[in-house]
């Protein structure tokens, strides 16, 4: 059976007050995605150094851009969109003025436990690549992970990433979350998603399913 969902604690800016709304990652419980894969998206090798991608969503497309300079992070997500492995994940949780939160395999392989949704990943962690120069601009693209306290080196989640949706309140985060690309446009739909209602089945998930349907590099 699936355990609880464990959750962590941060403060971040929001108004002046502290709030518990931070990306967040409970206990990973899924295994590394199998050996024996269909046939790949994509060629991981014959990308360029900060190659860019079309999250396509069933509310429209973002594109982002992946930085050189944070080099486990890119190859990580570059190796799970070849294998297909967002596609049909949900957007977990949404928070407006706050940031979007997706990459749990969970809100596929169990739609039925919402209770479950955020404690999913591919069964590892990344080291940090946390960089002065890259902060939590609008339309970042920075990786979910555990609290402090069951991660003090920050590892981040194997597949949980978030996009900030409002600068101001995730500003408190540089330094603590490895940034590691950003959008290139569509932005108008990181605040689209970022503006639907949630709360129905559980807390800041959305009540209306919003899909990864594929990541795909741009040609």
């Known amino acids: 059976m699936i355990a609880s969902l464990c959750s962590f604690l941060f403060f971040s800016c929001k108004g002046g007050e502290k709030t518990e709304e931070t990306p967040q990652q409970g206990v990973e419980q899924q295994a590394e995605p199998e050996k024996t894969q269909p046939e790949l998206a994509f060629n991981p090798d014959s990308l ?6 079309d999250i396509v969503t069933s509310m429209g497309t973002i594109r982002i ?10 190859k990580n997500f570059i190796r799970l969109a070849s294998l297909k ?3 049909g994940i949900l957007f977990h949780r949404v928070i407006p003025g706050f940031m979007i939160q997706t990459g749990d395999p969970f809100t596929k392989d169990y739609p039925d436990r919402a209770d479950a949704f955020g404690t999913g990943g591919p069964g590892y962690t990344i080291p940090a ?8 601009k609008k339309g970042a693209l920075a990786a979910a992970r555990k ?11 194997g597949s949980q990433f978030y996009i900030v949706q409002d600068p101001r309140a995730c500003a408190q985060l540089d330094g603590d979350y490895t940034v590691f690309g950003e959008t290139v446009s569509g932005l108008d739909v ?6 639907v209602k949630t709360g129905a089945k559980k807390q800041d998930l959305p009540n209306t399913d919003i899909k990864i349907i594929s990541i795909l590099p741009v040609k």
């Not at 851009?65 to 890119?74: I, Q, S």
């Not at 690549?129 to 939590?136: R, S, V």
Request: glycine content about 4%.
């Open 129 to 136: 690549e946390i960089l002065p120069n890259h902060k939590h």
């Open 190 to 195: 990181v605040d689209k998603i970022a503006s």
């Open 48 to 53: 360029g150094t900060e190659p860019q991608f």
């Open 85 to 87: 492995y967002y596609d």
């Open 147 to 157: 609290g402090d306290r069951a991660n003090p080196e920050k590892a981040s989640s």
């Open 65 to 74: 851009k992946l930085y050189e300079d944070t080099p486990k992070h890119k």
